[in-house]
């Protein structure tokens, strides 16, 4: 009988179609469906790849989040529970677990040592007996303020407080800031620091942000940048910092970099998560309504992995990585950040191969690591080839965006030739509102040739937007001076005096086209010497 059932098995899956055996090859188990805080949750399985891994816990915030790797068809993973109630609050967890298209679904609880949950935090939430949700009061006079200086107190359960007296106090004595001083190690640790949302509205109420410091970083907080509702008395703000390169940092970093082998990591992550705490209920704040400026201190190790003008802040979220930017100064990193979740900083050291060797090459890798010049494929720059007026206009307002320098008024399209939807229409009509570029009767021109005096016109206009030092250069004696168009000439010496072009000084070549390679220098030269 045995040996007739293994017959028909072997021939069923003979038979079946490929889709059907590999959504078969795939199986998950559990070690168990009940957990307490510290123990571990085991998974196991079949599998013919990678299987991806999300956790949702019972307050609907992403509790973990992995990329497993399968070796022999098969898989394991073992997750800790944290022991603090922030981080593992009770209730049932929702797991799914992807390969390929098959995705499969498990739950399983977080509980007390009786195998009991709050059940205001269980699925369909309450139980109709009248227990009341978990009270978020803060003491009004948590933590001590010292002038505009917080220092928190913890709780019992790990989390740093402060109250809303406590606030009210800083602020009155602030200038531009409510500054809450973290203990040393707190950003490699992830306890989380709870205050109440109102303390926003004062702080908003006297124009203050509100800046958030430990030994390794700071985030500096708009009052308005968190949208805190109609928070009541007992709503909170949650806000976690984490410098630590975490098991879930790492698969983000490596899903979103993939088989991109140009980008580097060297370590350096801060991972921040906001939450909005109301009863046992916790939503997160991805999306900020101003932008928020943190700072990364790099260690010693990380310090001396950076290369100069290769490396730069990224977003990431396992699929994909954002640039961001970021500027480097005594071994920290300063950056904007419009959302939160997990960033890096990166080296990025994108090679042409008709770079190689190529006196421009240093400046061309520097300004691709910027996201300032890209290629025209993967493989080639073409260092030779001319430069149109919509390309030039891109790359310098991608040179303005990275400096952080100007606030670009919004502004009508003021050329006739400028389509919206073109990838140029942006940054040309930008230059435009800056009065970088101008036009021609009402037109741009956008695919004609730039040439050397129309390009320096535009360079030194935009010089104003940078931190540029006058080497002391005199006035350039160029033989061909009286070929260069009257409205370029002031420019011209300008950009010779400043650094921003230079030569023998023997020839300018006014309408001459400017090449890729020659605005790669051109551009570089208006970056500080050795920028990030």
Request: proline share 5%; hydrophobic share 40%.
């Amino acid at each position: 009988m045995k040996k007739v059932l293994a017959a028909m098995l072997a021939l069923f899956f003979m038979l079946a179609p490929v889709s059907g055996y590999a959504a078969a090859t795939f199986a998950l188990e559990m070690n168990a469906s009940k957990l307490q805080r510290g123990e571990q949750l085991m998974l196991s399985g079949m599998a013919e790849g990678d299987v991806n891994v999300k956790i949702v816990g019972p307050d609907k915030t992403t509790f973990y989040l992995d990329v497993i790797e399968s070796a022999g068809g098969s898989f394991k993973k073992t997750i800790t529970i944290p022991k603090e109630a922030d981080f593992a609050p009770y209730g049932v967890y929702h797991l799914a677990a992807s390969n390929g298209a098959a995705t499969l679904s498990r739950t399983f609880a977080v509980t007390d040592e009786n195998g009991n949950y709050p059940p205001e935090q269980s699925e369909g939430g309450g139980n109709g007996i009248g227990i009341a949700p978990p009270s978020n009061a803060i003491p009004a006079d948590a933590g001590t303020a010292t002038g505009s200086d917080i220092q928190p107190d913890k709780a019992p359960n790990g989390t740093y407080i402060v109250g809303g007296d406590t606030f009210t106090s800083a602020a009155g004595q602030a200038g531009g800031a409510v500054t809450i001083k973290l203990p040393d190690s707190s950003g490699t640790s992830g306890n989380a620091l709870e205050f109440p949302a109102q303390a926003l509205e004062t702080l908003k109420s006297k124009n203050k942000d509100l800046v958030i410091a430990s030994d390794n970083g700071t985030v500096r907080i708009p009052a308005e940048a968190i949208a805190a509702g109609n928070a009541g008395q007992e709503t909170n703000i949650r806000i976690v910092l984490n410098t630590a390169l975490t098991d879930d940092a790492k698969n983000a970093i490596a899903g979103s970099i993939g088989s991109n082998a140009d980008y580097h990591g060297i370590g350096a992550v801060i991972t921040v998560t906001i939450q909005l705490v109301s009863g046992g209920t916790a939503t997160e704040i991805h999306d900020l309504g101003k932008p928020v400026t943190v700072r990364l201190k790099l260690t010693n190790e990380q310090a001396k992995l950076i290369a100069a003008n290769l490396a730069g802040v990224y977003y990431v979220n396992g699929s994909q990585l954002e640039y961001v930017g970021g500027k480097a100064e005594n071994g920290t990193f300063t950056f904007p950040a419009n959302h939160f979740s997990t960033y890096a900083i990166l080296e990025y050291g994108k090679s042409f191969v008709d770079m190689k060797g190529h006196w421009a090459e240093q400046a061309v890798k520097s300004l691709a690591a910027k996201h300032i010049v890209t290629g025209v494929d993967e493989q080639h720059y073409v260092p030779g080839r001319g430069i149109t007026r919509a390309e030039f206009a891109t790359m310098l307002m991608r040179s303005v965006a990275w400096n952080g320098k100007a606030d670009v008024p919004a502004g009508a399209n003021p050329f006739n030739d400028v389509p919206a939807g073109q990838y140029y229409a942006g940054a040309v009509t930008q230059a435009a509102s800056l009065g970088i570029v101008t036009g021609y009767q009402g037109a741009f021109r956008p695919n004609d040739g730039i040439t050397r005096e129309e390009a320096v016109v535009a360079l030194v206009r935009a010089a104003k937007y940078f931190d540029l030092s006058a080497p002391g250069k005199g006035a350039p004696a160029f033989a061909d001076a009286k070929s260069i168009s009257a409205w370029a000439a002031a420019a011209v010496n300008e950009a010779w005096t400043t650094g921003l072009i230079e030569g023998d000084g023997k020839q300018f070549n006014p309408k001459k086209s400017v090449t890729r390679a020659e605005v790669a220098v051109m551009i570089g030269r208006l970056l500080p010497a050795g920028s990030l």
